[in-house]
T-cell receptor, first 118, second 113 residues
Framework: GAVVSQHPSRVICKSGTSVKIECRSL??????MFWYRQFPKKSLMLMAT?????????EQGVEKDKFLINHASLTLSTLTVTSAHPEDSSFYIC??????????????FGPGTRLTVL | QKEVEQNSGPLSVPEGAIASLNCTYS??????FFWYRQYSGKSPELIMS????GDKEDGRFTAQLNKASQYVSLLIRDSQPSDSATYLC?????????????FGTGTLLAVQP
């Protein structure tokens, strides 16, 4: 269980265009999902926390108008990179929170989306 | 001081040896601790979670937690070349409604055949 998918796995776009990335929990409902970005050979950077039915919580320094997050259902969160520029090229990874018996929470990651902006 | 610290490595061990990966954290009230494995170019994969002091074993993996010392480790027995990856330590600090994790920068493990 606890499978998270992302689509697309790779995307190449022109500078100035917008790109939407989907994150789905396949076999469970996820009230909370997280969006990360990772540059080559660097650590994970949390961008925002996505909560179903409410506004996302962005980390300091992340532009909410540039990285639009929508979590409209219990199994889907989307990240839209608006007016993408070459510096937005990165590996974008989502994760979903699973609540286990006993109240413990674990996070499972999707396979990631590699974005290249030309 | 970083919230979650790991030695970046690389940690090189011969095949069949025990690999020992270490992590320290700064928030004493943290309650949940995780080890993720990340292969190059791939996303992190949860391999162990630990919530109470002591050892937790799962196959060739053993997680060890010492809350008094604010220290969590991962032992990999009978290391295989396929274990070569970056291992990320993650800690959930206390409080907050989002349950976000704080990740270390990861330790690169290289298992030599």
């Amino acid at each position: 269980g606890a499978v998270v998918s992302q689509h697309p796995s790779r995307v190449i776009c022109k500078s100035g265009t917008s790109v939407k990335i989907e994150c789905r929990s396949l076999d469970f409902q996820a009230t909370t999902m997280f969006w990360y970005r990772q540059f080559p050979k660097k650590s994970l950077m949390l961008m925002a926390t996505s909560n179903e039915g409410s506004k996302a919580t962005y980390e300091q320094g992340v532009e909410k108008d540039k990285f639009l997050i929508n979590h409209a259902s219990l199994t889907l969160s989307t990240l839209t990179v608006t007016s993408a520029h070459p510096e937005d090229s990165s590996f974008y990874i989502c994760s979903a929170r699973v609540t286990l018996a006993g109240g413990y929470n674990e996070q499972f990651f999707g396979p990631g989306t590699r974005l290249t902006v030309l | 001081q970083k919230e979650v610290e790991q030695n970046s490595g690389p940690l090189s061990v011969p095949e069949g040896a025990i690999a020992s990966l270490n992590c320290t954290y700064s928030d004493r009230g943290s309650q949940s601790f995780f080890w993720y494995r990340q292969y190059s170019g791939k996303s992190p994969e949860l391999i162990m979670s630990i919530y109470s002091n002591g050892d937790k074993e799962d196959g060739r993996f053993t997680a060890q937690l010492n809350k008094a010392s604010q220290y969590v480790s991962l032992l990999i027995r009978d290391s295989q070349p396929s274990d070569s990856a970056t291992y990320l330590c993650a800690v959930r600090p206390p409080g907050g409604a989002t349950n976000k994790l704080i990740f270390g920068t990861g330790t690169l493990l290289a298992v030599q055949p």
